[in-house]
């Protein structure tokens, strides 16, 4: 019964505004902070169901059409395109689903609550890892119910559970390498909606220009060449072997160095953009 | 240390666009300081440079004496912001939204809640507390915006035009609320471009048109420096009018100002002519409905210290805000 010490009345306050809040502070501001305010995106994420969408709904759609519609077509039958495409399309999906930390952000810069985060004693950058630490958890949800979907429809798995742990963080490193580049976007743009275009313009020829859903021999060599050197790919290689045996290492070498890059680059961008124009 | 706020030469410019061309302000501690003017006129980059949000290109800013530049975090711990728009959180309940922004200022989870409830309290808003914000009306996200910004007892509050879009009622409570919180000794800056609010609420004034100031003092000061009390005039039958300015004229040498209400107001110099123009109405037997003398309205001092209207001023810098964006 906490409310009982605040009755109107019980608590008399202080004459003068002083600083007399108890605080306690554990730990590095910018991650406690951030911890805060992933809480905030984790349920935001909760109470509105449709912000859910893209990672639940959109890929559960995505994976029904690819393996239905096209499956029989480029793999000869349904059972054995889901077998190649599930691993694909889980990276498929993360992908997407950073995008929509862009289009979140740029929205929370219109409606003010920003301002108020940036004249809050807390690290500039807290809310930037915030966002990113709450869709980290959207990812993990959607590539949970990827991998759920995919077995109910007979996606078999040949290795263990380590691997299978080991794919999902491959896929969760990707997909937080990637929400830098749209968080950078978001900072640039500002505006929800031409980040969500830009974010498809980059996402589209990302995501089909790779092996995802067709083995790239089928492809013209100018194709081939960009679909061999495509993140993506090399995500989608490292997870099939994690998930139905195979190599391994030289793809997932590459998708992390390709990671470590990206991160690199933007997150800087993003934060220095953030600083200055938020 | 009596001044708390302090602002001298600040100057700050988007593009070619000078937004801040020199501005001097100082509050003192427990007074309301009122920043008036036009939309455009600069008072939200004011508010946003006193608040580290917008770095000045020149001139200097402290908060009980940090510099906004060179230490914005010991300025960030004293202040409290409510912006233009409710920087509200629409996805979460009121009590969240106040325990998110407790809790980034460390109170344990145990003190944030019980803060966050005592404001929820004092801000009418316990009925809701436990609702998502996107289900408030205006006015309640209004009050829930100005609890989030008192969450940390700032002792320097910034209110961005708090009653922009609220209705009367809502705007008084609004009003009732910062003045309880000068009279507990915070330091509050009032941006506004209601002339009537700035008059009610402020000790101290400053007008401020196209990035600088044009007038400083208090509101009583003010009034004075723009001249005497006026005449105002309101017959009872709108064809009275000008038959009215007429009398007034003469008396006066001054052609009488008609607002939409039909009053007539003019300026007057001369200590009787509120005795002499009642005389006039009656001989020619002009009905009056009211008449009397008041001290001039803040429109008045926004027109004589710029010689245009609060909303002509207003429309000029809207087309030079779309020119800079």
Known sequence: MTTTAVAPGTTPRPPMPIPDIERSRHGPSTIRHGLTLAWRGVVKTIHSPEALIDVTLQPVIFLLLFVYVFGGAIAGNTTEYLQFALPGVLVQTVVFASAGTGVGLAEDLHTGIFDRFRSLPISRSAPLVGAIMADLVRYLTSGVIMLVLGTILGFRMHTNPLNVIAAMGLVMVFAFALCWVFTALAMLVRQPRSVQGIGAMIMLPLTFGSNVFVPSDSMPGWLQAFVNVNPVSKVADAVRGLLTGGPVAAAATTALIAAAVVVAVFAPIAVTLYRKRA | ?325
């Open chain 2, 1 to 325: 240390m009596d001044t708390v706020i302090h602002v001298e030469g600040l100057e700050k410019s988007f593009g070619t666009t000078k937004a801040l061309a020199g501005v001097d302000l100082t509050a003192r501690r427990g007074t309301v300081l009122g920043l008036l003017g036009p939309n455009g006129s600069g008072k939200t980059t004011t508010v946003r440079v006193l608040a580290t949000l917008l770095r000045p290109d020149a001139g200097r800013a402290t908060i009980l004496g940090h510099d906004v530049v060179a230490e914005p975090a010991a300025v960030r711990a004293r202040i409290g912001l409510t912006g233009q728009y409710a920087a509200v959180d629409e996805a979460l309940s009121g009590t969240d939204n106040l325990m998110l922004i407790a809790r980034l200022l460390d109170m344990p989870r145990r003190a944030a809640r019980v803060r966050a409830a005592e404001l929820i309290e004092r801000f009418g808003l316990a009925d809701a507390a436990t609702r998502r914000v996107r289900t408030y009306s205006g006015g309640m996200r209004r009050r829930l915006d100005l609890a989030a910004s008192l969450i940390g007892r700032p002792d320097v509050l910034f209110l961005d035009e708090p009653t922009t879009g609220l209705d009367p009622r809502h705007r008084n409570e609004v009003l009732d609320q910062v003045r309880a919180l000068a009279a507990d000794g915070v330091t509050v800056l009032l941006t506004t471009q209601y002339l009537e609010e700035a008059d009610q609420l402020a000790d101290d004034l400053v007008v401020i048109d196209t990035g600088r100031v044009i007038a400083s003092g208090t509101p009583a000061s003010l009034k004075a420096d723009v001249g005497g009390q006026r005449l105002h005039v309101r017959p009872l039958h709108r064809t009275d009018i000008p038959a009215v300015s007429t009398i007034l004229a003469g008396l006066t040498d001054e052609a009488p100002v008609v607002d939409a209400s039909g009053e007539l107001t003019v300026a007057a110099h001369e200590p009787g002519l509120l005795h002499v123009a009642g005389g006039r109405f009656d001989e020619a037997g002009l009905a009056i409905a009211e008449l009397g003398l008041r001290l001039p309205s803040l429109d008045d001092v926004f027109m004589t210290l710029t010689g245009r209207t609060a909303e002509d001023a207003e429309k000029q810098a809207t087309t030079d805000e779309e020119v800079a964006a």
